[in-house]
């Protein structure tokens, strides 16, 4: 069985640019979830789907990100424009329910902004 | 609200001996708890939960933990360190069953000495 993917694994990019990131879950997991390390800090949430609608994006830090999960399988979150605090590592994880089911990450993509 | 830190930003053992990672945790409700691993370059990966079932839970390779209610305290141990255990372990704490949102600690970095 494949894993959460992640692509791409690393992207370097300048301020005022805009970057994908895109996700694939392992497949029949409903559930799918982004989260974020900056700076070596505490691993953030960002939001949750389930299938392709948004159960939760409280932690969307603002309107520059956008997440969209067309179908219910892959997902993308998009930075536009992208600022300098929001290089960091971005993670994507998918499970089949919701709650305290295990989650399955990926390998993370790192972003640089410079 | 619910909280988690981890003690030790960075710990190393020599390969035999004993591991502890120390993680407490903040809730205002019965919390779940996880422990993640990530090595290098690899995506985090589940070591053990605890869902208030028995406080001693046991993982994947060796490791176990011990939920303290008195003490709020889940705290991962190894009996004896191995080589491939060097990587970066996450406390992760969720306040209600049926949550999407997890709590990450700030991580704490394995080095194993030979």
């Known amino acids: 069985e494949a894993g959460v993917t992640q692509f791409p694994s690393h992207s370097v990019i300048e301020k005022g640019q805009t970057v994908t990131l895109r996700c694939d879950p392992i497949s029949g997991h409903d559930n799918l979830y982004w989260y974020r390390r900056v700076m070596g800090k505490e691993i953030k949430f960002l939001l949750h789907?389930?299938?392709?609608?948004?159960?939760?994006e409280s932690g969307m830090p603002n309107n520059r990100f956008l997440a969209e999960r067309t179908g219910g399988t892959y997902s993308t979150l998009k930075v536009q424009p992208a600022e300098l605090e929001d290089s960091g590592v971005y993670f994507c994880a998918s499970s089949l329910r919701q709650g305290v089911y295990e989650q399955y990450f990926g390998p993370g993509t790192r972003l640089t902004v410079t | 609200a619910q909280s988690v830190t981890q003690l030790d930003s960075h710990v190393s053992v020599s390969e035999g001996t004993p591991v502890l990672l120390r993680c407490n945790y903040s809730s205002s409700y019965s919390p779940s708890l996880f422990w993640y691993v990530q090595h290098p370059n690899k995506g985090l990966q589940l070591l053990l939960k605890y869902t208030s079932a028995a406080t001693l839970v046991k993982g994947i390779n060796g490791f176990e933990a011990e939920f303290k209610k008195s003490e709020t305290s889940f705290h991962l141990t190894k009996p004896s360190a191995h080589m491939s255990d060097a990587a970066e372990y996450f406390c992760?704490?969720?306040?209600?069953?049926?949550?999407?949102?997890?709590?990450f600690g700030s991580g704490t970095r394995l080095s194993i000495r030979p």
């Open positions: 789907f389930v299938k392709e609608s948004k159960q939760d």
């Open positions: 992760v704490v969720s306040e209600y069953s049926s949550a999407s949102k997890i709590i």
